[in-house]
């Protein structure tokens, strides 16, 4: 009863998570970046769930199935989370970093959040990821790879098991029983960016989810592999139809401005400029 009345966002800087609420319409967003135990820990730095129109649209592991090889369940690759060449950082028992959760904001209808991963640093990489979100519209998940060698990025977005995957195009459409339909897209990159789904995958495990203890439910992943040094990638989830909202990058160099695409044809420029844990975004109609 508590929680119905809550809305708008709120970061919890010291624990490391972070959520945006809309009780009108049951969305929500919810993101992780914290690390300071091992115990019950998933390797699920900036992995996020979404709820949109009823529909658990990405959605985390659950509870860990021991029976699969490799503890699948508290995997990176169980999670909506970026590896780098296929090393799962759950190996990585430390550092306790703490949070990673970096700032919030929010402006002209668009939430903001930014945080970072640690646990990629022993491989030379520094990687952030913001999250731009505007409910009933899309959510916008920009990740910014930084390292001096190229590297193989993996990207993963854990789908909820109601949601029925298509091939659009080089995107997918996504659908579920009631009003939810929406669209998967990735920006073009400078590298080529391959993409694919698995669901219900049990050897090696992929496309799971466990609503109980060794319970696994069929649900789809997506996948995104890519190869180079410095990155960013734009990938949208239009929340607004199959032939929903796109976005692209501005800069191919740079992640802090998007170009966002809308199925009425209108384009506008989502931009965001950090201050401290502060994040100020601002949009508006491209000329």
Request: no cysteine; proline share 5%.
């Amino acid at each position: 009863s508590r929680s119905a009345r809550v809305d708008g966002a709120r970061a919890f800087f010291e624990s490391g998570f972070a959520a945006i609420r809309d009780p009108g319409r049951g969305d929500l967003l919810a993101l992780a970046a914290g690390y300071f135990n091992r115990w019950h820990k998933h390797a699920d730095e900036l992995s996020f769930e979404l709820f949109a129109s009823g529909t658990h649209v990405v959605a985390d592991s659950g509870r860990v199935g021991k029976r699969l090889p490799g503890d699948y369940a508290g995997s990176a690759t169980a999670h909506s989370t970026l590896t780098v060449d296929g090393v799962d950082f759950a190996d990585r028992l430390r550092p306790f970093y703490g949070s990673g959760l970096d700032a919030i904001g929010e402006g002209d209808g668009w939430h903001a959040l930014l945080a970072h991963n640690p646990r990629l640093l022993h491989q030379d990489v520094r990687h952030s990821r913001l999250l731009l979100y505007r409910p009933d519209v899309a959510l916008i998940v920009v990740d910014q790879l930084d390292a001096d060698e190229p590297h193989i990025y993996r990207r993963f977005v854990q789908l909820g098991p109601t949601v029925a995957v298509d091939r659009i195009g080089t995107g997918l459409g996504l659908s579920a029983p009631g009003p939810f339909a929406g669209r998967l897209s990735d920006a073009p990159a400078g590298e080529e960016v391959t993409i694919g789904t698995v669901r219900g995958q049990q050897t090696p495990p992929a496309g799971l989810l466990f609503s109980g203890f060794g319970q696994a439910v069929p649900r789809s992943m997506v996948g995104l592999r890519s190869e180079a040094a410095d990155a960013v990638y734009a990938l949208t989830i239009g929340l607004d139809g199959i032939e929903g909202t796109t976005a692209t990058l501005e800069d191919s160099d740079r992640g802090d401005a998007v170009l966002v695409d809308t199925p009425g044809g209108a384009l506008e420029r989502v931009s965001i400029e950090r201050r401290g844990r502060e994040v100020r975004v601002s949009a508006g109609p491209v000329d």
